[in-house]
């Protein structure tokens, strides 16, 4: 009898240990498998950081098979899915991150960014107020949300986001840029070369900038300007397509054809899907 408790209270202490042994391996397994999330989260963030965002998705699609919860590989692999131009997957990214973490204001000003991308200005916008709502000190929530905005036609809203991005970021060259392109539209030239003038200054090598400073200076008959304009954007970015486009426009108005087939050649050598562009401006011959 006493053999027999010896021999039971021998088999509950050796089951004891095997419980504890098989808790000790779950614990290890799973904290295995968090840190294999971590891992390969943090791998995707160095191919994308390198741009490489297959691999970075293949990285985070991984950390997720580890850890479903994981916010951050959903809003990073979000964010390697925008920069591809996926943007419906880059959406669905981080509607996954907002269930885990509904206060991410990281994740809403993204998907705010990819939904202005797709076209979906009412949702971006929705994006941006729920951001601003909860940290209004974001300059960048303000400056996209007047583009949003300027895209709905709402110029009044727009400029509004535009001078409080501003008033937050003074050295934010974009907003200028933006700013600047509204008061264009709105054909108050002056004040738009202002603040192309002003980006600029925070940003010498912006390109749009320039580009857009040469347009208003074209359209103030300053075409002396905008060709200074659109020669610093091409040396700036030899690759950039429209600043051929435009330049060739310009010498195509000043009767300087040569100079202008040179320009529309290296535009279609660069981009062969601009020709219905090209031949339409050319037959248009509109004033910039």
């Known amino acids: ?33 968090t840190n294999s999330s971590v891992s390969y989260r943090q791998r995707g963030d160095q191919w994308l950081a390198r741009r490489d965002y297959e691999r970075a998705i293949e990285d985070y699609s991984l950390a997720l098979v580890f850890d479903p919860n994981n916010a951050d590989a959903y809003n990073n692999r979000g964010a390697a899915r925008f920069d591809q131009g996926d943007f419906s997957g880059a959406i669905a990214d981080y509607d996954r991150t907002l269930m885990i973490k509904p206060q991410s204001v990281d994740t809403l000003y993204n998907r705010g960014l990819a939904r202005k991308a797709s076209g979906d200005l009412e949702g971006a916008i929705s994006d941006f107020d729920r951001a601003l709502e909860l940290n209004p000190k974001l300059a960048g929530a303000y400056n996209n949300r007047g583009l949003a905005r300027k895209g709905k036609g709402d110029y009044e809203g727009a400029l509004s986001d535009f001078d409080h991005a501003l008033k937050l970021n003074p ?11 509204l008061r264009l539209e709105e054909k108050n030239f002056a004040s738009a070369i202002a603040d192309y003038e002003k980006a600029i200054k925070l940003n010498p090598s912006y390109v749009a900038a320039y580009i857009n400073r040469g347009l208003t200076r074209k359209k103030r008959g300053d075409w002396h300007g905008a060709l200074a304009d659109y020669d610093r954007a091409i040396a700036l970015s030899p690759d950039f397509t429209e600043a051929y486009l435009r330049r060739g426009m310009l010498f195509l108005q000043q009767g300087r054809r040569p100079e202008a087939q040179r320009d529309f050649n290296q535009c279609l050598a660069l981009d062969p899907r601009s020709l219905s562009l090209l031949e339409r401006r050319i037959r248009e011959i509109i004033p910039e």
Do not use: H, K, P
């Not at 050295?171 to 392109?181: S, T």
């Open 171 to 181: 050295r934010l060259a974009e907003a200028y840029n933006n700013r600047g392109n």
């Open 1 to 33: 009898m006493s053999r027999r408790i010896f021999f039971t209270v021998q088999f509950l202490i050796s089951a004891g240990i095997l419980l504890t042994g098989i808790l000790a391996s779950t614990v290890t397994a799973q904290n295995s498998r």
